[in-house]
């Protein structure tokens, strides 16, 4: 069984620029939910996609967007990127058959300088 | 935005000492989990608890639940140098489908 895979491991930017994030999840699940963790808080939901659609979002801007692949990989696209954009970003995939455990990729860690 | 709290935000322990953490959360939760952080890479989960269950053992794990207090605790009997690690409890609501959302967690350090 493949665990959750995010690449790259380490991406430094400048402010204005454009990132994205891939993530390719577990064999088996059809969710994936993106999250930022800023320097020692906790995560903070982005969003997450069900079969390929938006299932729920949180508190970020439209400059925060995805997509969900055939396969459940995905991408996370940030667009003009702003000092406080950098962050780890947490890809985790599940099976809502699965009770809602999450299964965290090692992360992306973003800096925007 | 943060559901809730994790107490207390720093913890030292001895090896073999048993370590607590506790949790408060906000809103009426469909389950609970706890989950561990090592040096600021991905989450494993440890342990879930359903709003109708009040405990929860997995090894040295134990998990409480208090719906009326909105509040968990997370034991870790019999703490090991390897168990150094952040701590989050995250909540899964009632209203928002499958995502958690985490507390600021607990920073746990076991010395030998």
Known sequence: ?????????????TRGQ?????????SGHNTVSWYQQA?????QFIFQYYREEENGRGNFPPRFSGLQFP??????????LELDDSALYLCASSSLAGGNEQFFGPGTRLTVL | SQQGEEDPQALSIQEGENA???????????NLQWYRQNSG???????????NEREKHSGRLRVTLDT???SSSLLITASRAADTASYFCATVSMKAGTALIFGKGTTLSVSS
């Open chain 1, 1 to 13: 069984e493949t665990g959750v895979t995010q690449s790259p491991t380490h991406l430094i930017k």
């Open chain 1, 18 to 26: 454009q990132v994205t994030l891939r993530c390719s999840s577990q």
């Open chain 1, 39 to 43: 320097l020692g808080q906790g995560p």
């Open chain 1, 71 to 80: 396969n459940y990989s995905s991408e996370l696209n940030v667009n003009a």
């Open chain 2, 20 to 30: 607590t953490m506790n949790c408060s959360y906000k809103t009426s939760i469909n």
């Open chain 2, 41 to 51: 890479r991905g989450l494993v989960h440890l342990i879930l608890i359903r709003s």
């Open chain 2, 68 to 70: 009326s207090k909105k």
